[in-house]
T-cell receptor
Framework: KQEVTQIPAALSVPEGENLVLNCSFTDSAIYNLQWFRQDPGKGLTSLLLIQSSQREQTSGRLNASLDKSSGRSTLYIAASQPGDSATYLCAAYSGGGADGLTFGKGTHLIIQP | SAVISQKPSRDICQRGTSLTIQCQVDSQVTMMFWYRQQPGQSLTLIATANQGSEATYESGFVIDKFPISRPNLTFSTLTVSNMSPEDSSIYLC?????????FGPGTRLLVL
């Protein structure tokens, strides 16, 4: 059974810093991996999706990488801003038709102004 | 991308009662998923709902406790039955589109 772990559980950094969030998964037979953002009291916003055949995806200040063989993904946030404060969730998808996503517990990020 | 709405957005319920959560999608989708997010925890898949067939439940979740309906390709309901305080969670509906999953805003449930 797939298990997803995210490190660190919480992170607080000053505005402007570059930072890396880590995600690891136990079963490398994934179809894709998604990074989500969750704001308090709101649903999930999809940030980036990396297909199993891809190594990385970029969107604006966000860059996500995937290393299937080692079971790891990272989310890199450049030039962090207070508006980036949220919980970031990593989720693995096995692609097995009726399978949903397996989520990590998330990294709670605070960007200090 | 699919746009998903959920009703109610939040509710406070008494133990022993039941609550039905509605999920509406703006396009026709084959797969709909229901997740639960308990306080301080990540999301856990409850069940997968396909139109015209019985929902498929994950280990630890049963139909008597979480009955699901899927009457058409744009709508689903999840009922939380005979609630207890341990059912206090955020319940989220999700759909798959081109192997992307999109989520509704969630229903925040508090059981007293």
């Amino acid at each position: 059974k797939q298990e997803v772990t995210q490190i660190p559980a919480a992170l607080s950094v000053p505005e402007g810093e570059n930072l890396v969030l880590n995600c690891s998964f136990t079963d490398s037979a994934i179809y894709n991996l998604q990074w989500f953002r969750q704001d308090p009291g709101k649903g999930l916003t999809s940030l980036l999706l990396i297909q199993s055949s891809q190594r990385e995806q970029t969107s604006g200040r966000l860059n996500a990488s995937l290393d299937k063989s080692s079971g790891r993904s990272t989310l890199y946030i450049a030039a962090s801003q207070p508006g980036d404060s949220a919980t970031y969730l990593c989720a693995a998808y096995s692609g097995g038709g009726a399978d949903g996503l397996t989520f990590g517990k998330g990294t709670h990020l605070i960007i200090q102004p | 991308s699919a746009v998903i709405s959920q009703k109610p957005s939040r509710d406070i319920c008494q133990r022993g009662t039941s609550l039905t959560i509605q999920c509406q999608v703006d396009s026709q989708v084959t797969m709909m998923f229901w997740y639960r997010q308990q306080p301080g925890q990540s999301l856990t898949l409850i069940a997968t709902a396909n139109q015209g067939s019985e929902a498929t439940y994950e280990s630890g979740f049963v139909i008597d406790k979480f009955p699901i309906s899927r009457p058409n390709l744009t709508f689903s309901t999840l009922t939380v039955s005979n609630m207890s305080p341990e059912d206090s969670s955020i319940y989220l509906c999700s759909v798959e589109e081109n192997h992307h999953q999109y989520f509704g805003p969630g229903t925040r449930l508090l059981v007293l």
